[in-house]
C-alpha cells in the first residue's frame, strides 16, 4: 500500500488523558500535514512539516497540541491532558517537494479521536 | 483572516443533470487550487486541481478559476448518484486552506 496511512483508526480516551497518533506518508513525499476536521467542516489546518522542520503551525492551535517529525519520515501528533473539544478526525496528508510536477495533497484515512 | 468560502447545501440535482459548486476565496496570492470530494466518513480525495485562469476539464469534471474574480467552480456533468458527497474548495498561498464544503446529493 502506497498511500498515506494513520494509526490508530479509533480513539477513544477521557478527558485529561494524552493521546498520540501517527501518519506515515507516501515515502517520496517530504511535505506532510496536519488537520483537524469537525462535523460540517473542513479539514482544519494544524501544522505543516517539510522533511523533519515544523515550518508552520497554526495561531489557533493549543499548546497542548505538539507534532513531531524526527527523521523526515512518519509522524506524530501528541495531545495532552485532552478535552471535550478535542474529539474530531485528525487527518493527516503529505504532498512531493515543491517544484514537482504536481503539488496536491493526498490524505490518510484519518485518527477519529473520541474524548468522553 | 484569510477565507475560503463555499455555499454548504445541501444542492439537490437529478440524476444526469449539471451540477455547478461554487467557490470564492480573499486571498489574492493563492496560486493552487483544488477540488476534493468527501463521502460520509472517509477522507478527502481528489478531484481536480487548477492554477491558471480559464477552464480545465478532466472527464466528466470541469474547474474554472478567475483570480481577478476571486473565484473558483467546479462543474459536474451527467451526475450520477454516486457523485453524491460533500465538495470541499481548497486554496494554497503557503498553507492549504479549506473551505466547509458543499453536499451535493445527486437523485436517480
Known amino acids: ?116 | 483572516q484569510k477565507e475560503v468560502e463555499q455555499n454548504s447545501g445541501p444542492l439537490s440535482v437529478p440524476e444526469g443533470a449539471i451540477a455547478s459548486l461554487n467557490c470564492t476565496y480573499s486571498d489574492r496570492g493563492s496560486q493552487s487550487f483544488f477540488w476534493y470530494r468527501q463521502y460520509s466518513g472517509k477522507s478527502p480525495e481528489l478531484i481536480m486541481f487548477i492554477y491558471s485562469n480559464g477552464d480545465k476539464e478532466d472527464g466528466r469534471f470541469t474547474a474554472q478559476l478567475n483570480k481577478a474574480s476571486q473565484y473558483v467552480s467546479l462543474l459536474i456533468r451527467d451526475s450520477q448518484p454516486s457523485d453524491s458527497a460533500t465538495y470541499l474548495c481548497a486554496v494554497r498561498e503557503g498553507e492549504v486552506r479549506f473551505g466547509a464544503g458543499t453536499r451535493l446529493t445527486v437523485k436517480p
Not at chain 1, 497540541?65 to 512518519?74: H, L, Q, T, V
Open chain 1, 1 to 116: 500500500d502506497t498511500g498515506v496511512s494513520q494509526n490508530p483508526r479509533h480513539k477513544i480516551t477521557k478527558r485529561g488523558q494524552n493521546v498520540t497518533f501517527r501518519c506515515d506518508p507516501i515515502s517520496e513525499h517530504n511535505r506532510l500535514y496536519w488537520y483537524r476536521q469537525t462535523l460540517g467542516q473542513g479539514p482544519e489546518f494544524l501544522t505543516y512539516f517539510q522533511n523533519e522542520a515544523q515550518l508552520e503551525k497554526s495561531r489557533l492551535l493549543s499548546d497542548r497540541f505538539s507534532a513531531e517529525r524526527p527523521k523526515g519520515s512518519f509522524s506524530t501528533l501528541e495531545i495532552q491532558r485532552t478535552e471535550q473539544g478535542d474529539s474530531a478526525m485528525y487527518l493527516c496528508a503529505s504532498s512531493p517537494p515543491a517544484g514537482s510536477s504536481y503539488n496536491e495533497q493526498f490524505f490518510g484515512p484519518g485518527t477519529r479521536l473520541t474524548v468522553l
